[in-house]
């Protein structure tokens, strides 16, 4: 099979996977994923442009907070891949970059360096949760998990574990900003993702300190 065509019938396993959902990780949030990685890619011509794209399309697939059973769906992702050609060892680099780019894994003691392919996705997939975009997820997935939209008496929490980052009781939305949005341009690994990012940054502060001016009655 030609790359073109695996990537194609990797796109389409998860639009299948992903359809449907209302947390801010449908297909439109894997196409501006995969956007973001491509530009990224032509900034860096060594990373593997299969590996990358394949792990930007399925990043999301076996993500503990979409599906019930992370194992099962691992299995599922491992198999497909072996169906549409790819060898054990890309099947094993996709599935290590999936397994540990998300932000919670970063609150694990159970961490690993990534290849450059998964810095770039892991790149890409931070872009779409900061700025406008991010902005707007952030509220919708507050919304989709009935967190208050604000509370001054709930402060910030600070190194949380992963369990603690999963549990939305108590939790709010403008909150998320401090406790995550806020921290993901220094996280950034690319220096084309860094310097977006500083936009993107600027973008949420701004929201932020129009918010509370006007929550509090100054705009
Ligand atoms: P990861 O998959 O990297 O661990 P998350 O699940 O934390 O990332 O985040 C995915 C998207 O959901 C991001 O855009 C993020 O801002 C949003 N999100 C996650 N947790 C919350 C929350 N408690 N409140 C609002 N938005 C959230
Ligand atoms: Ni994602």
């Given at each position: 099979?030609?790359?073109?065509?695996?990537?194609?019938?990797?796109?389409?396993?998860?639009?299948?996977?992903?359809?449907?959902?209302?947390?801010?990780?449908?297909?439109?949030?894997?196409?501006?994923?995969?956007?973001?990685?491509?530009?990224?890619?032509?900034?860096?011509?060594?990373?593997?442009?299969?590996?990358?794209l394949?792990?930007?399309?399925?990043?999301?697939?076996?993500?503990?907070?979409?599906?019930?059973?992370?194992?099962?769906?691992?299995?599922?992702?491992?198999?497909f891949?072996?169906?549409?050609?790819?060898?054990?060892?890309?099947?094993?680099?996709?599935?290590?970059?999936?397994?540990?780019?998300?932000?919670?894994k970063?609150?694990?003691?159970?961490?690993?360096?990534?290849?450059?392919?998964?810095?770039?996705?892991?790149?890409a997939d931070?872009?779409?949760?900061?700025?406008?975009?991010?902005?707007?997820?952030?509220?919708?997935?507050?919304?989709?998990?009935?967190?208050?939209?604000?509370?001054?008496?709930?402060?910030?929490?600070?190194?949380?574990?992963?369990?603690?980052?999963?549990?939305?009781?108590?939790?709010?939305?403008?909150?998320?900003?401090?406790?995550?949005?806020?921290?993901?341009?220094?996280?950034?690994?690319?220096?084309?993702?860094?310097?977006?990012?500083?936009?993107?940054?600027?973008?949420?502060?701004t929201?932020?300190?129009?918010?509370?001016?006007?929550?509090?009655?100054?705009?």
């Open positions: 099979m030609e790359a073109t065509e695996q990537l194609a019938a990797i796109k389409k396993f998860t639009s299948q996977k992903l359809a449907g959902d209302a947390t801010g990780h449908g297909v439109d949030h894997i196409n501006r994923v995969v956007t973001n990685a491509k530009m990224l890619l032509a900034e860096e011509p060594s990373a593997n442009y299969l590996i990358t394949a792990a930007a399309y399925l990043h999301d697939v076996i993500d503990d907070k979409l599906v019930s059973n992370v194992s099962s769906a691992q299995r599922d992702v491992e198999a891949l072996g169906s549409v050609e790819f060898v054990p060892n890309q099947v094993q680099v996709v599935m290590f970059i999936i397994n540990n780019m998300s932000f919670s970063t609150l694990t003691d159970d961490q690993h360096p990534l290849p450059l392919e998964g810095q770039i996705v892991q790149d931070r872009l779409d949760a900061i700025g406008a975009i991010g902005i707007t997820r952030a509220i919708y997935y507050g919304g989709h998990h009935s967190e208050k939209i604000y509370d001054p008496k709930i402060k910030p929490r600070q190194n949380m574990t992963k369990a603690e980052y999963r549990n939305l009781d108590n939790e709010t939305i403008i909150n998320h900003f401090y406790e995550k949005l806020l921290k993901l341009p220094e996280q950034m690994n690319t220096p084309v993702a860094k310097r977006i990012a500083r936009g993107r940054l600027e973008t949420m502060t929201f932020l300190e129009d918010f509370k001016a006007e929550w509090n009655g100054l705009k």
